[in-house]
């Protein structure tokens, strides 16, 4: 394998993983969850939802010939009128992620020297893949501290749990 084929499959290896922690949180949440807000200036997991989902759809369509920032997607609509409900919510998230991974699916050793445009702005596919992994991973982390928020002590982290890393360790160093 070479080292295009290794990062690009660490890449999605990541990718998979934030996406695990916001389908493991979303499972948590009931239908009036997907629309709290800790304040009125604050988003719910909804609307951070959304803007994901037209920042995916935006930057991973035709991300190798268009540039990221599509004339169709209007940013600050995605911040208004969430989804009314949980099941269009996570119907749209795997759109979302299903555009991003076809993407990643779609490079190879002839495209991987590509230059990707963003906001008009040329990235490496090294520089755009990293951009976006840093801002989904952000706003998963969002996504999973509303849900602990909102469930309290009936939450289940998605991750290692507080007080059970030497537990994960055992279960990761147990000789086989």
Not at 49 to 76: C, I, P, Q
Not at 91 to 117: Q, T, V
Not at 140 to 160: A, H, L, N, T
Request: charged fraction near 30%.
């Amino acid at each position: 394998m070479n080292y295009q084929e290794n990062y690009i499959k660490s890449a999605v290896f990541e990718f998979e993983r934030y996406k695990t922690l916001g389908d493991k949180t979303f499972v948590q949440l009931e239908e009036k969850d997907i629309h709290w807000t800790f304040s009125e200036i604050d988003n719910s997991v909804a609307i951070i939802v959304k803007h994901m989902v037209g920042n995916m759809l935006s930057r991973w369509t035709n991300f190798l010939t268009e540039d990221g920032e599509k004339a169709w997607r209007n940013r600050e609509t995605e911040f208004k009128d969430a989804y009314a409900s949980k099941p269009e919510m996570i119907k749209a998230w795997e759109k979302g992620w299903k555009c991003l991974f076809d993407a990643l699916a779609s490079i190879n050793a002839n495209n991987f020297d590509s230059k990707i445009k963003i906001r008009n702005e040329a990235h490496t596919i090294f520089e755009a893949v990293n951009r976006q992994l840093a801002h989904y991973a952000n706003h998963v982390g969002q996504i999973v501290f509303i849900g602990k928020m909102i469930k309290k002590s009936e939450w289940v982290s998605p991750s290692i749990a507080k007080g059970k890393s030497d537990d994960f360790n055992r279960q990761k160093f147990r000789k086989s």
